[in-house]
């Protein structure tokens, strides 16, 4: 069954990478997804026999966790899902673990399409702010996964398949939030930038420096500092703007109270 916006193995808010205690599958693979800023690409070489070709790429998701993709028409890995959409992304969740194999990671297989959504350029732009550069290019697409299962080792005996309909929020609960997100983020960089703040370097425990929000999604924000990403998970799933805008106002309540303590 697809994801609804129910509190069903959602993790806390603030809490540090890796999987929390009682999150299912599905629960565990999107988070390292939304974390990941990118993923290495498989595609199948046109010209070498279909032999496998991996390749570093930069990543967004969607609102509903499909993979976004920026990339050139130049590239080896266009060419090869222009021949062959059949693609998988593999999303890294053991940074910074002494042991990686004890950490999270998630294959996720899917066929490629082209995008023309404005949605997702801007969304994929948020996420990655420098790719502005390039983005304007004539060779330069934003593609789309559309994920047929993912495979989900979340370290040592947890390992799990999971089918699109599990993976993925359904777009029709994701859609209301989505419409607003622009409008969220940039009220809360511009209005709130000292919540933003507190929100990485106090629940997040990040070093500070004028951290900005770059997204809003129903299971929580994702902030950035230069090269740096950080994501914050809600409490529980949220459906529209309002929504979020009520957890944001918690989390930097609870922020504040965890800084005065701090400074206590």
């Keep these: ?95 910074g673990l002494a042991e990686p194999l004890t950490g999270p990671r998630v294959s996720v297989l899917g066929r490629m399409e082209v995008t023309e959504d404005p949605r997702h350029r801007a969304r994929f732009l948020a996420r990655h702010e420098s790719a502005g550069f390039y983005a304007g290019f004539a060779d330069f697409t934003v593609w789309r996964m559309v994920v047929e299962r993912a495979h989900l080792v979340a370290g040592f005996g947890r390992i799990h398949w999971i089918t699109a309909g599990d993976l993925l929020y359904q777009l029709s609960d994701t859609e209301t939030l989505a419409l607003r997100e622009p409008d969220v983020v940039e009220h809360m960089n511009e209005d709130h930038a000292d919540a933003v703040e507190l929100y990485a370097t106090v629940l997040l ?54 800084s005065n303590e701090t400074k206590a």
Aim: net charge neutral; proline share 9%.
């Design 1 to 95: 069954m697809n994801p609804t916006i129910k509190p069903e193995a959602d993790p806390p808010a603030g809490s540090k990478a890796g999987p929390q205690p009682g999150q299912g599958p599905a629960a565990i693979a999107r988070r390292v997804m939304r974390q990941a800023d990118r993923a290495a690409l498989a595609t199948a070489q046109r010209d070498a026999g279909g032999w496998p070709y991996p390749s570093l790429v930069l990543t967004a998701l969607d609102h509903d966790a499909s993979p976004l993709l920026l990339i050139s028409d130049l590239a080896d890995h266009t060419a090869n899902i222009k021949a062959d959409p059949r693609a998988g992304l593999l999303f890294d969740g053991t940074g």
């Design 205 to 258: 425990g990040q070093p500070g420096g004028g951290w900005k929000l770059t997204g809003v999604d129903p299971e929580g924000c994702d902030l950035r500092l230069g090269g740096r990403t950080a994501r914050l998970d809600f409490e529980r799933p949220v459906a529209d703007a309002e929504a979020a805008r009520m957890e944001l106002v918690r989390l930097v309540r609870k922020a504040r109270i965890g």
